[in-house]
């Protein structure tokens, strides 16, 4: 799946908040990029994963998203602004008993678009990120589970139930690549399995895996995202503090 505009993806996203205050300015500067790229990495693989929580092709005409505007809120007492502009209201924890601490939120905008690359329908997601001691960063995103919307056919690397709830857990490849990047024979096949994607937008050719834990209660989708740092483990727990 083609994610474009992945710099304007995050544009408005103010890292400073996640750097030592009293840190060397050489040594901000290595951080701010960090942080910088795991926000634009982590755009492309929330748009590449509408496709498996939100419209199908067949169900709409949708071939394409494409990041719109986003607002970060940088507090955890913001967050009735963010579910306002949401529309919607989540279940957001402060922190984890892992010691994920909660470190901003953003509502994005997600755009649907066509074969002409018309306009669809724009999603409003809520995304709030988390960060432990260790420096490890997660991501928290939840949406509407619109009626009538398919499910993902894919198989779950593992599955877990609490309650009534249903978590599942899925584990992706993503090659990052440069907007006017021709793939190899080699890598148009491996970008044709499942859970392969190539995402254009990256100033250099990035090949990450990330984790993600899905499940839908009271109407809100939920994806905790991951850059394969913690154990599947802490993800199916984190999720149970949030349903219990």
Known sequence: MKATDLNQAFNDVDCEYLLEVDAPEKENQTMKNK?????????????????????AAGLLNIHSYQSGSSKTYQKYSDLDRAYAQAGFQATIPESFANG?????????????????????????????????????MLALRASLNLEGLPRDDRTP????????????????????????????????????????????????????VTTFLLWTENDI???????NTVEPEALFAMAEEMIQ
């Open 35 to 55: 942080k910088r790229a795991f926000y634009i990495f982590l755009a492309a693989a929330l748009i590449c994963l509408m496709s498996i929580t939100a419209y």
């Open 100 to 136: 994920f601490q909660f470190q901003s939120a953003e509502v994005q905008e997600i755009d649907a678009m066509d074969e002409n690359n018309d306009l669809v329908v724009t999603l409003q997601e809520l995304i709030s990120y988390y960060k432990n001691e260790q420096g490890q």
């Open 157 to 208: 690397t593992s599955v877990k139930t609490v309650g009534d709830v249903e978590l599942n857990f899925y584990r992706d490849e993503y090659k990052f690549v440069p907007e006017d990047y021709q793939l190899s024979q080699e890598e148009k096949e491996w970008a044709s399995q499942p859970g392969h994607y190539v995402s254009y937008g990256s100033d250099e050719v990035r090949e990450r």
């Open 221 to 227: 989708n939920y994806s905790i995202l991951d850059w």
